[in-house]
């Protein structure tokens, strides 16, 4: 788990005594925090809202659809919003399209958030049945808003970059090593990517 800074402490002085780098990390810039969304459908409205947006813009979105459809939001209305209605709720024709996904997996039981089964492999599956949703999208679910301890983002650029430099390899490592390289982390792959951003943003790295 990587919710309680009890838990995520344990799994980065796992990591400390596995990686040199690592605990390096630690005592050049400190313990990170948890990050922590909460579970269910509202976090994967809010992604979706979110998605190649600024956060600003992100906000005023979810401002307007909120007060379109209800806090928390009615699925069953939404699903049923003609285009005209969800373009007055701040949603582009795509974005609309990926709402209703989640939507209607959600309601008609195809989709159990409260349920998602417990090997990550196949909880990252059915988070992706949902339209605009990735791996990387279902991934950063399952690490905040579940505290999946061994979630490894592989395709996050950020964790890419910072762990090509704090390994000192040649260049960032492609998704495939990374998860390669990850294997060695397991069970605290999790606490690695948090760990990756928190080193990430200490130095300031620009992409």
Known sequence: MVRTVDSLHQSLDALAEREEAFAKVLKDHGRPDP????????????????QQVSV???????????????????????LAASDEEMREAGMSRQKAGYLRSLA???????????HLPEDD???????????????????IYLLFAEGRGDVWPAGDLAVQIQ???????DGKPTEKQLRELG????????AAAVLAWHSYNSVGTAL
Do not use: C, D, Y
């Open 35 to 50: 990050r922590v969304s909460e579970p269910g459908v509202e976090t994967l409205l809010r992604t979706i809202v979110g």
């Open 56 to 78: 600003a813009a992100a906000r005023s979105m979810w401002n307007k659809l909120t007060a379109k459809f209800g806090q928390p939001v009615n699925l069953k209305i939404l």
């Open 104 to 114: 209607g997996l959600v309601l008609s039981g195809e989709l159990n958030l409260a």
């Open 121 to 139: 492999e196949e909880a990252i599956a059915h988070l992706v049945q949902i339209k605009g949703i990735g791996r990387w999208s279902a991934e």
């Open 163 to 169: 762990i090509g430099k704090l390994l000192g390899l």
């Open 183 to 190: 294997e060695k982390w397991r069970p605290h792959r999790g």
